[in-house]
């Protein structure tokens, strides 16, 4: 019997000996500006984007890339009441990507995604709710746009100019 549970566990021991694990990857094989990138936000000022960023992008140790994303708004009223309150308002946001290297001194990718929602104003005063719902709603478009671009980013030749 004795023999028979030590020949097991030899077996079990040398059949897994080969074990890779899955969750073992680099992040920076996703994101290849992980750690090599200053960052610069303008236009729209949004408050969550500069929490957000370092989360997607680290905290850079060697700067080779400079990433400057422009953040342009419009709203737009798209129901109107007759006592002329904006029952309906559209945002659309419109962030500009460019990717510039340090070491080849260039623009090395350009690229415009545009986030849009609506929000329906429950009141024409000051109402928690409403601003409350508002800075979830950018907070997604943030998260969404900045996951979008990052997803595109392996795709991208770092080595080359446009």
């Known amino acids: ?6 020949v097991l566990i030899f077996l079990i021991v040398s059949s897994c000996n080969s074990i890779e694990f899955v969750y073992q990857e680099n992040k920076t094989d996703t994101n290849p500006l992980y750690g090599k990138t200053k960052i610069e936000t303008s236009g729209t ?46 945002y659309e946001l419109k962030f500009i990507y460019t990717l510039k290297s340090d070491e ?7 690229k415009e995604i545009l986030s849009n929602f609506s929000i329906i104003p429950k009141s024409s005063g000051y109402n928690f709710g409403t601003d409350s719902s508002l800075e979830k709603k950018y907070e997604l478009a943030v998260t969404e746009n900045l996951n979008q671009f990052v997803s595109l980013l392996p795709n991208i030749v770092l080595d080359n100019c446009l």
């Open 1 to 6: 019997m004795n023999r028979v549970f030590l």
């Open 104 to 110: 080849l001194n260039c623009i090395i990718y350009t």
């Open 45 to 90: 000022d949004i408050t969550f984007i500069k929490s957000y960023i370092p989360t997607l992008f680290g905290k850079t140790n060697n700067e080779v890339f400079n990433l400057l994303i422009e953040i342009k708004e419009k709203k737009t009223k798209r129901s109107v009441e007759t006592n002329q309150a904006t029952s309906n308002l559209n």
